[in-house]
Protein backbone atom coordinates (compact mmCIF):
# COMPACT_ATOMS: atom_id res chain seq x y z
CA UNK A 1 0.00 0.00 0.00
CA UNK A 2 0.88 3.39 -0.93
CA UNK A 3 0.91 6.04 2.07
CA UNK A 4 0.91 9.81 1.63
CA UNK A 5 1.32 12.93 3.87
CA UNK A 6 -0.71 15.48 2.54
CA UNK A 7 -1.89 18.54 4.07
CA UNK A 8 -5.55 19.22 5.75
CA UNK A 9 -7.41 21.69 4.35
CA UNK A 10 -6.36 24.61 6.29
CA UNK A 11 -2.93 24.25 5.12
CA UNK A 12 -1.96 22.85 8.95
CA UNK A 13 -0.85 20.00 10.13
CA UNK A 14 -0.77 16.92 8.06
CA UNK A 15 -2.87 13.38 7.58
CA UNK A 16 -2.13 9.89 6.52
CA UNK A 17 -3.60 8.80 3.25
CA UNK A 18 -3.39 5.24 2.47
CA UNK A 19 -4.46 4.06 -1.27
CA UNK A 20 -5.27 0.36 -1.68
CA UNK A 21 -5.15 -1.93 -4.83
CA UNK A 22 -7.04 -5.25 -5.10
CA UNK A 23 -8.65 -7.72 -7.11
CA UNK A 24 -11.86 -8.87 -7.90
CA UNK A 25 -13.26 -12.14 -6.47
CA UNK A 26 -13.46 -14.76 -9.33
CA UNK A 27 -14.11 -18.38 -8.07
CA UNK A 28 -11.20 -19.84 -11.13
CA UNK A 29 -8.91 -17.04 -9.33
CA UNK A 30 -9.76 -18.09 -5.54
CA UNK A 31 -7.03 -20.69 -5.33
CA UNK A 32 -4.29 -17.91 -6.35
CA UNK A 33 -6.20 -15.03 -4.38
CA UNK A 34 -4.84 -16.88 -0.71
CA UNK A 35 -1.79 -17.63 -2.19
CA UNK A 36 -0.92 -13.83 -2.15
CA UNK A 37 -3.40 -12.35 0.15
CA UNK A 38 -0.36 -10.64 1.71
CA UNK A 39 -0.10 -8.87 -2.11
CA UNK A 40 -3.60 -7.64 -2.52
CA UNK A 41 -5.13 -5.00 -0.04
CA UNK A 42 -8.78 -5.35 -0.79
CA UNK A 43 -10.94 -8.04 -2.64
CA UNK A 44 -14.17 -7.07 -4.50
CA UNK A 45 -16.94 -9.54 -4.41
CA UNK A 46 -20.12 -9.53 -7.09
CA UNK A 47 -23.22 -9.30 -4.63
CA UNK A 48 -25.57 -10.76 -6.72
CA UNK A 49 -23.18 -13.83 -6.81
CA UNK A 50 -24.51 -14.73 -3.17
CA UNK A 51 -27.66 -13.50 -2.64
CA UNK A 52 -29.49 -17.14 -2.72
CA UNK A 53 -26.62 -18.87 -1.28
CA UNK A 54 -26.20 -19.14 2.46
CA UNK A 55 -23.17 -21.31 2.22
CA UNK A 56 -21.44 -18.98 -0.20
CA UNK A 57 -22.03 -16.15 1.77
CA UNK A 58 -20.25 -17.32 5.11
CA UNK A 59 -17.44 -18.09 2.79
CA UNK A 60 -17.54 -14.28 2.06
CA UNK A 61 -17.71 -13.36 5.35
CA UNK A 62 -14.89 -16.02 6.42
CA UNK A 63 -12.92 -13.97 3.67
CA UNK A 64 -13.15 -10.22 5.18
CA UNK A 65 -12.01 -11.79 8.14
CA UNK A 66 -9.09 -12.27 6.20
CA UNK A 67 -8.94 -9.25 3.88
CA UNK A 68 -11.39 -6.02 3.88
CA UNK A 69 -14.15 -6.57 1.26
CA UNK A 70 -16.26 -4.64 -0.64
CA UNK A 71 -19.24 -5.71 -2.33
CA UNK A 72 -20.39 -4.59 -6.10
CA UNK A 73 -23.81 -5.00 -7.70
CA UNK A 74 -24.70 -5.59 -10.81
CA UNK A 75 -28.47 -5.89 -11.37
CA UNK A 76 -30.17 -3.22 -9.01
CA UNK A 77 -30.79 -1.24 -12.34
CA UNK A 78 -30.73 2.46 -9.98
CA UNK A 79 -30.21 4.64 -12.86
CA UNK A 80 -33.23 4.32 -14.36
CA UNK A 81 -36.98 5.77 -13.77
CA UNK A 82 -38.22 2.79 -12.57
CA UNK A 83 -37.69 2.01 -8.62
CA UNK A 84 -35.36 -1.17 -8.10
CA UNK A 85 -36.93 -4.06 -7.12
CA UNK A 86 -37.28 -4.28 -3.34
CA UNK A 87 -36.46 -8.25 -3.28
CA UNK A 88 -33.71 -7.28 -4.92
CA UNK A 89 -32.09 -4.84 -2.39
CA UNK A 90 -33.89 -6.88 0.60
CA UNK A 91 -30.83 -9.64 -1.00
CA UNK A 92 -28.46 -7.02 -0.80
CA UNK A 93 -29.48 -6.13 3.06
CA UNK A 94 -29.15 -9.49 4.41
CA UNK A 95 -25.92 -9.90 2.46
CA UNK A 96 -24.59 -6.73 3.83
CA UNK A 97 -25.61 -7.61 7.46
CA UNK A 98 -24.28 -11.39 7.23
CA UNK A 99 -20.84 -9.94 5.51
CA UNK A 100 -20.13 -6.78 6.58
CA UNK A 101 -18.20 -5.00 3.61
CA UNK A 102 -16.70 -1.88 4.06
CA UNK A 103 -18.73 -0.74 0.89
CA UNK A 104 -21.19 -1.67 -1.11
CA UNK A 105 -21.63 -0.13 -4.86
CA UNK A 106 -23.81 -0.69 -7.93
CA UNK A 107 -23.64 0.60 -11.33
CA UNK A 108 -25.26 3.75 -12.51
CA UNK A 109 -27.38 1.34 -15.24
CA UNK A 110 -31.32 0.35 -15.99
CA UNK A 111 -31.67 -3.19 -16.52
CA UNK A 112 -34.98 -3.81 -16.90
CA UNK A 113 -38.59 -1.89 -17.87
CA UNK A 114 -41.73 -2.90 -17.67
CA UNK A 115 -40.78 -6.24 -15.69
CA UNK A 116 -38.77 -7.10 -18.93
CA UNK A 117 -34.96 -8.38 -18.00
CA UNK A 118 -32.92 -6.97 -20.69
CA UNK A 119 -29.52 -8.97 -19.29
CA UNK A 120 -27.24 -5.94 -20.11
CA UNK A 121 -26.01 -2.68 -17.98
CA UNK A 122 -27.60 -0.23 -20.09
CA UNK A 123 -27.00 3.49 -19.93
CA UNK A 124 -29.70 5.84 -19.46
CA UNK A 125 -30.64 8.87 -21.27
CA UNK A 126 -28.76 12.03 -19.51
CA UNK A 127 -31.50 14.14 -18.98
CA UNK A 128 -32.84 15.69 -15.59
CA UNK A 129 -35.81 13.56 -14.87
CA UNK A 130 -33.07 10.27 -15.18
CA UNK A 131 -30.97 12.30 -12.37
CA UNK A 132 -34.01 13.11 -10.08
CA UNK A 133 -35.12 9.15 -10.70
CA UNK A 134 -32.04 7.63 -9.85
CA UNK A 135 -31.49 9.79 -6.54
CA UNK A 136 -34.78 9.03 -5.47
CA UNK A 137 -33.71 5.26 -6.01
CA UNK A 138 -30.58 5.51 -4.55
CA UNK A 139 -32.07 6.96 -1.22
CA UNK A 140 -34.71 3.83 -1.81
CA UNK A 141 -31.53 1.83 -1.27
CA UNK A 142 -30.14 3.49 1.20
CA UNK A 143 -33.56 2.84 3.59
CA UNK A 144 -33.47 -0.91 2.66
CA UNK A 145 -30.15 -1.71 2.82
CA UNK A 146 -28.87 1.15 5.63
CA UNK A 147 -26.13 2.63 3.63
CA UNK A 148 -25.88 4.54 0.34
CA UNK A 149 -24.14 2.55 -2.10
CA UNK A 150 -21.33 3.87 -4.42
CA UNK A 151 -22.07 4.15 -8.00
CA UNK A 152 -20.40 3.17 -10.93
CA UNK A 153 -19.95 5.12 -14.28
CA UNK A 154 -20.70 2.35 -17.00
CA UNK A 155 -19.63 1.70 -20.66
CA UNK A 156 -21.53 1.80 -23.85
CA UNK A 157 -21.67 1.61 -27.37
CA UNK A 158 -24.46 3.48 -27.94
CA UNK A 159 -24.45 7.23 -26.73
CA UNK A 160 -27.90 7.45 -25.06
CA UNK A 161 -30.94 8.96 -27.12
CA UNK A 162 -33.11 11.70 -25.77
CA UNK A 163 -29.59 12.86 -23.73
CA UNK A 164 -29.54 16.76 -23.70
CA UNK A 165 -26.19 16.43 -21.11
CA UNK A 166 -22.77 14.47 -21.53
CA UNK A 167 -21.65 12.23 -19.42
CA UNK A 168 -19.38 14.12 -17.15
CA UNK A 169 -21.85 16.67 -16.42
CA UNK A 170 -24.88 14.21 -16.07
CA UNK A 171 -22.70 12.13 -13.60
CA UNK A 172 -21.80 15.21 -11.54
CA UNK A 173 -25.34 16.37 -11.36
CA UNK A 174 -26.22 12.46 -10.29
CA UNK A 175 -23.53 12.81 -7.64
CA UNK A 176 -24.76 16.18 -6.44
CA UNK A 177 -28.29 15.01 -6.08
CA UNK A 178 -27.98 11.68 -4.53
CA UNK A 179 -25.39 12.86 -2.26
CA UNK A 180 -23.18 9.45 -3.00
CA UNK A 181 -19.78 8.25 -3.89
CA UNK A 182 -18.37 7.07 -7.56
CA UNK A 183 -16.47 4.30 -8.26
CA UNK A 184 -14.63 5.26 -10.79
CA UNK A 185 -13.87 2.60 -14.05
CA UNK A 186 -11.24 4.08 -15.91
CA UNK A 187 -11.67 2.14 -18.73
CA UNK A 188 -15.37 2.35 -19.21
CA UNK A 189 -15.16 6.16 -18.61
CA UNK A 190 -11.40 6.34 -21.73
CA UNK A 191 -13.94 3.94 -23.82
CA UNK A 192 -16.42 6.08 -23.71
CA UNK A 193 -14.31 9.17 -24.01
CA UNK A 194 -12.52 7.30 -27.44
CA UNK A 195 -16.27 6.41 -28.87
CA UNK A 196 -17.89 9.42 -28.00
CA UNK A 197 -15.11 12.16 -29.26
CA UNK A 198 -14.31 13.07 -25.28
CA UNK A 199 -10.73 13.48 -24.15
CA UNK A 200 -10.40 11.05 -21.29
CA UNK A 201 -8.03 13.29 -19.39
CA UNK A 202 -10.76 16.53 -20.14
CA UNK A 203 -13.83 13.77 -18.93
CA UNK A 204 -11.66 13.14 -15.55
CA UNK A 205 -10.94 17.08 -14.81
CA UNK A 206 -15.08 17.91 -15.09
CA UNK A 207 -15.56 15.17 -12.69
CA UNK A 208 -15.78 16.42 -8.56
CA UNK A 209 -12.93 14.33 -7.01
CA UNK A 210 -14.05 14.82 -3.37
CA UNK A 211 -16.50 12.61 -4.28
CA UNK A 212 -13.99 9.69 -5.60
CA UNK A 213 -12.94 6.76 -3.42
CA UNK A 214 -13.21 3.44 -5.21
CA UNK A 215 -11.63 2.70 -8.55
CA UNK A 216 -12.36 -0.10 -11.19
CA UNK A 217 -9.41 -0.91 -13.68
CA UNK A 218 -9.62 -3.00 -16.25
CA UNK A 219 -9.21 -3.82 -20.39
CA UNK A 220 -11.03 -4.11 -23.83
CA UNK A 221 -11.11 -4.87 -27.16
CA UNK A 222 -11.56 -3.11 -30.45
CA UNK A 223 -14.73 -3.85 -32.89
CA UNK A 224 -15.53 -2.48 -36.08
CA UNK A 225 -18.27 -3.56 -38.65
CA UNK A 226 -15.16 -3.26 -41.62
CA UNK A 227 -14.82 0.29 -41.65
CA UNK A 228 -12.42 1.31 -39.00
CA UNK A 229 -14.45 5.08 -38.70
CA UNK A 230 -17.15 2.71 -37.15
CA UNK A 231 -15.14 0.90 -34.35
CA UNK A 232 -15.66 0.86 -31.22
CA UNK A 233 -14.10 -0.02 -27.80
CA UNK A 234 -15.63 -2.32 -26.14
CA UNK A 235 -15.38 -2.82 -22.06
CA UNK A 236 -15.34 -6.74 -22.26
CA UNK A 237 -12.87 -7.47 -18.74
CA UNK A 238 -10.71 -10.30 -20.84
CA UNK A 239 -7.85 -8.23 -21.66
CA UNK A 240 -5.42 -6.13 -19.43
CA UNK A 241 -6.32 -2.35 -18.66
CA UNK A 242 -3.97 -0.48 -21.60
CA UNK A 243 -1.31 1.81 -20.95
CA UNK A 244 -4.23 5.10 -20.88
CA UNK A 245 -5.81 3.55 -18.18
CA UNK A 246 -2.55 3.63 -15.71
CA UNK A 247 -2.42 7.60 -17.05
CA UNK A 248 -5.52 8.46 -16.12
CA UNK A 249 -4.86 6.47 -12.85
CA UNK A 250 -1.34 8.86 -12.21
CA UNK A 251 -4.01 11.59 -12.94
CA UNK A 252 -6.70 10.73 -10.57
CA UNK A 253 -4.33 10.29 -7.62
CA UNK A 254 -2.75 13.59 -8.28
CA UNK A 255 -6.50 15.23 -8.13
CA UNK A 256 -7.80 13.28 -5.59
CA UNK A 257 -8.09 14.18 -2.12
CA UNK A 258 -9.08 10.87 -0.72
CA UNK A 259 -7.80 7.68 -0.57
CA UNK A 260 -8.07 4.98 -2.97
CA UNK A 261 -9.33 1.73 -3.38
CA UNK A 262 -7.98 0.43 -7.00
CA UNK A 263 -9.77 -3.23 -8.06
CA UNK A 264 -8.73 -4.89 -11.08
CA UNK A 265 -11.36 -6.31 -12.93
CA UNK A 266 -11.13 -9.86 -14.83
CA UNK A 267 -14.00 -11.77 -16.09
CA UNK A 268 -12.34 -14.36 -18.29
CA UNK A 269 -9.47 -15.39 -20.60
CA UNK A 270 -7.29 -15.45 -16.87
CA UNK A 271 -3.86 -15.22 -17.25
CA UNK A 272 -1.07 -16.46 -14.24
CA UNK A 273 -1.69 -15.33 -10.89
CA UNK A 274 2.07 -13.65 -11.46
CA UNK A 275 0.54 -11.58 -14.27
CA UNK A 276 -2.14 -10.45 -12.97
CA UNK A 277 0.22 -9.33 -9.41
CA UNK A 278 2.04 -7.54 -11.52
CA UNK A 279 -1.16 -5.57 -12.67
CA UNK A 280 -1.63 -4.99 -9.10
CA UNK A 281 1.65 -3.35 -8.82
CA UNK A 282 1.78 -1.02 -11.44
CA UNK A 283 -0.91 0.21 -10.45
CA UNK A 284 0.46 0.79 -7.14
CA UNK A 285 3.64 2.78 -9.36
CA UNK A 286 0.82 5.03 -11.16
CA UNK A 287 -0.60 6.08 -7.88
CA UNK A 288 2.54 6.72 -6.49
CA UNK A 289 3.77 8.62 -9.27
CA UNK A 290 0.18 10.61 -9.10
CA UNK A 291 0.31 11.30 -5.59
CA UNK A 292 3.93 12.47 -5.79
CA UNK A 293 3.01 14.85 -8.89
CA UNK A 294 0.35 16.02 -6.14
CA UNK A 295 2.65 17.01 -3.43
CA UNK A 296 4.90 18.60 -5.64
CA UNK A 297 2.61 21.00 -6.86
Not at 223 to 245: E, F, S, T
Not at 283 to 295: E, H, M, N, P, W
Request: charged share 25%; aromatic share 4%; hydrophobic share 45%.
Amino acid sequence: MAEVVEADAAGVGAKNMTDRVGLGWRPELAAGIFAHLDEIDVIEVIADDYFDSASGARAIKTLAAQRPVVLHGTSLGLASTEPPERKRLEKMAKLVEKVRPETWSEHLAFVRAGGIEIGHLAAPPRTRSTIDATAANLHRAQAIVGSLPLVENIATLIDPPASDLDEPAWLTETLSASGASLVLDLHNLYANSINFGIRPKQFLARLPPIQIHQVHISGGRWIDDGDLAHRRLLDDHLHDPPDPVYDLLADLASRCPNPLTVVLERDGEYPPMAHLLAQLNRARIALAKGRSAKAAA
